[in-house]
């Protein structure tokens, strides 16, 4: 059974600092993997979305990499803003669409 | 604005109460998805359609029972829930025909019960 795991649970930085955040899952066997940010109290917004051919994705201050072999994700945020407070989950998408989603990394980045 | 939207945002009930929550999607798609999302958990799939046929129903209780009467409306009809099942309930929405398509979600309904 797949399962996805991110760490930290939540991380502070200050404004300015890039972020790091993880996801690792247990079963290399995926077909996609999207980032996704979620405010408080609102819905998912999509970030990035990866095939399980390509190694990373970027678009803007966001980069996300992929590892399938060590079923890992990364997800960087460059000179993180306030705006960028929010919570951060990573999906995984096998072959028939199901997406399995971690618990998300809540970051706030202060001014 | 994604295009699903859900009513109501918030929802207080006591456990002997009937209620539904709703989703609309404007998208044009094909699949319709309810997830609950408990503090600090991942988020679970509970129930999905696909051209307004349910394809998958992730062993939830009966008192969750839902209703997908054309592919652009999904309900979640609720009774005699428990305090436990207080949560954010999301709504999703995928078009289906390609795996790369994303699911665009909801804002959520709030769902407390008392």
């Known amino acids: 059974k797949q399962e996805v795991t991110q760490i930290p649970a939540a991380l502070s930085v200050p404004e300015g600092e890039n972020l790091v955040l993880n996801c690792s899952f247990t079963d290399s066997a995926i077909y996609n993997l999207q980032w996704f940010r979620q405010d408080p109290g609102k819905g998912l917004t999509s970030l990035l979305l990866?095939?399980?051919?390509?190694r990373e994705q970027t678009s803007g201050r966001l980069n996300a990499s992929l590892d399938k072999s060590s079923g890992r994700s990364t997800l960087y945020i460059a000179a993180s803003q306030p705006g960028d407070s929010a919570t951060y989950l990573c999906a995984v998408i096998d072959s028939w669409g199901k997406f399995q989603f971690g618990a998300g990394t809540q970051v706030v980045v202060t001014p | 604005e994604t295009g699903v939207t859900q009513t109501p945002r918030h929802l207080v009930m006591g456990m002997t109460n009937k209620k539904s929550l709703k989703c609309e999607q404007h998208l044009g798609h094909n699949a319709m998805y309810w997830y609950k999302q408990s503090a600090k958990k991942p988020l679970e799939l509970m129930f999905v359609?696909?051209?307004?046929?349910?394809?998958e129903n992730n062993s939830v209780p009966s008192r969750f029972s839902p209703e997908c009467p054309n592919s652009s409306h999904l309900f979640l009809h609720l009774h005699t829930l428990q305090p436990e099942d207080s949560a954010l309930y999301l709504c999703a929405s995928r078009a289906g025909g390609v795996i790369t398509d994303t699911q665009y979600f909801g804002p959520g309904t709030r769902l407390t019960v008392l």
């Open positions: 990866i095939q399980s051919s390509q």
């Open positions: 359609y696909n051209f307004k046929e349910q394809t």
